[in-house]
């Protein structure tokens, strides 16, 4: 694999304009490369690539939209290497240029049997193994970690989180999900897909109290998610709960 600093200052140049999105990643200091969406179209299918194809820095706006699992065409296209990884063994998403500061970032997984390449990610049944929120002050103006997570000096912004001890071996889809609440009433959702090889001789699973479908965890009847932050009696709110499922750890 490439090294980890040269392969970043390489990216930098050609991802700053990039609205935002998880560009590569890294475990142990390994890099593994993401879907270039200003790259040739034929790495989609290229078998060294491990990230489901995402062609739009846009956000995704419906809650009910069939994209919202893995972004747009990730439901329908498959990765075809993995990432090797260990329960216990953290995975950093690598972003550039990302400019929102209020709103929840969550990491999913769903299991994918035998192979990643046959699972429909918008049906598959999904649990959190991550969830960072607003770490103090006020909805609007207070320190979100997303806020914290912004790098305005050009820098790569790295959300690094731990997979789960004992988590059962196999193929999963590991799901970094950024919701975005800067506009009011009109929630943004980015996300990206990536096939994960999980080793090891675990055998934990979650319960179905922690499953999920996406679509179908976010609702405009949530308030969490149809919020207008801008709204005094929001914004000025010292605690947010991100809605879904518990965290399983």
Not at 24 to 29: G, I, L, Q, R
Not at 161 to 187: D, F, M, Q, T, W
Request: include cysteine.
């Amino acid at each position: 694999m490439i090294s980890l600093l040269a392969s970043l200052l390489g990216l930098l140049a050609h991802h700053t304009a990039a609205h935002g999105g998880a560009v590569n990643y890294t475990v142990d200091d390994i890099w593994y490369p993401g879907y270039d969406t200003y790259g040739p179209t034929s790495q989609a299918t290229a078998p060294w690539l491990p990230q489901r194809p995402w062609i739009s820095n846009n956000p995704i706006f419906e809650t009910t939209n069939t994209s919202l699992s893995c972004n747009v065409p990730g439901t329908s296209i498959p990765a075809q290497s993995y990432i090797p990884i260990l329960p216990g063994q953290s995975i950093s998403a690598v972003y550039y240029s990302w400019v929102h500061t209020v709103g929840p970032m969550i990491v999913w997984l769903t299991p994918c049997g035998t192979s990643c390449s046959t699972l429909d990610p918008s049906t598959a049944l999904w649990f959190k193994i991550a969830e960072r929120g607003l770490l103090s002050g006020d909805i609007l103006e207070g320190m979100w970690f997303q806020r914290d997570f912004v790098k305005w000096d050009g820098s790569p912004s790295l959300w690094t989180e731990k997979l789960p001890e004992g988590l059962k071996a196999g193929k999963y889809l590991v799901r970094h999900e950024i919701v975005s609440l800067h506009s009011a009433n009109r929630p943004q959702f980015y996300a990206e897909c990536a096939n994960l090889e999980v080793g090891g001789t675990g055998d934990r699973v979650p319960g179905e109290e922690y499953l999920v479908g996406i679509p179908g965890v976010w609702s405009m009847d949530q308030p969490e998610i149809n919020i207008d932050v801008y709204d005094p009696v929001v914004g000025n709110q010292t605690t947010y709960k991100i809605p879904g499922p518990p965290v399983w750890i």
